[in-house]
T-cell receptor, first 110, second 118 residues
Framework: TQLLEQSPQFLSIQEGENLTVYCNSS?????LQWYRQEPGEGPVLLVT?????EVKKLKRLTFQFGDARKDSSLHITAAQPGDTGLYLC??????????FGSGTQLTVLP | DAGVIQSPRHEVTEMGQEVTLRCKPI?????LFWYRQTMMRGLELLIY????????DSGMPEDRFSAKMPNASFSTLKIQPSEPRDSAVYFC????????????????FGNGTRLTVT
């Protein structure tokens, strides 16, 4: 069974601060996706990374896939209250199904 | 595109009753997934279908759970009999997973059904 551990589990910061959340595994994944989930809604895809070492930027969000394709990070610059939500990483494996991490609950205070 | 549609949004039932959750995937998607989300266990895959055929149901917790996909536009997840420990948010998601080389297509989630079994 492929497991994904996310850290921290909870994060509360002030508007304007920077933050990084991590997604780690002992297994190699063919791809890594990041989702954000808001209360009362389903997760929504933010980005997919597929190549070891790949870095993708989405406005203030920077996603990185580890060289060995076992880990990933999400960095948010100058966080805003609208960034509040549950951030989930999900690893793609040979069975074409995704394994989801436990999530990081981010709260950005105004 | 209306997205993935789930019903009902909320379900409150008594232990022992049958519960049926419904899902309409995005038109044209060939894969459908049922997930369960709780604070303790996070997002767990229960079962997924490809072209209406169940591919992997190893995540279904017990025989009390069953899922069907009679056609490409409809799926149900049934719990009979329900128990308090089944209380969770159940999500349906669809994708074109088998249409890609490496299965990197995103999952499109519905807004979930919040199930409370008392």
């Amino acid at each position: 069974t492929q497991l994904l551990e996310q850290s921290p589990q909870f994060l509360s910061i002030q508007e304007g601060e920077n933050l990084t959340v991590y997604c780690n595994s002992s297994s190699v994944f063919s791809s890594l996706q990041w989702y954000r989930q808001e209360p009362g809604e389903g997760p929504v895809l933010l980005v997919t990374v597929v190549t070891g070492g790949e870095v993708k930027k989405l406005k203030r969000l920077t996603f990185q896939f580890g060289d060995a394709r076992k880990d990933s990070s999400l960095h948010i610059t100058a966080a805003q209250p609208g960034d509040t939500g549950l951030y989930l990483c999900a690893g793609g494996g040979s069975a074409r199904q995704l394994t989801f991490g436990s999530g990081t609950q981010l709260t950005v205070l105004p | 595109d209306a997205g993935v549609i789930q019903s009902p949004r909320h379900e409150v039932t008594e232990m022992g009753q049958e519960v049926t959750l419904r899902c309409k995937p995005i038109s044209g998607h060939n894969s459908l997934f049922w997930y369960r989300q709780t604070m303790m266990r996070g997002l767990e895959l229960l079962i997924y279908f490809n072209n209406n055929v169940p591919i992997d149901d190893s995540g279904m917790p017990e025989d009390r759970f069953s899922a069907k996909m009679p056609n490409a536009s409809f799926s149900t997840l049934k719990i009979q009999p329900s128990e308090p420990r089944d209380s969770a948010v159940y999500f349906c998601a669809s994708s074109n997973l088998w249409g890609t080389r490496s299965g990197n297509s995103p999952l499109h989630f519905g807004n979930g059904t919040r199930l409370t079994v008392t």
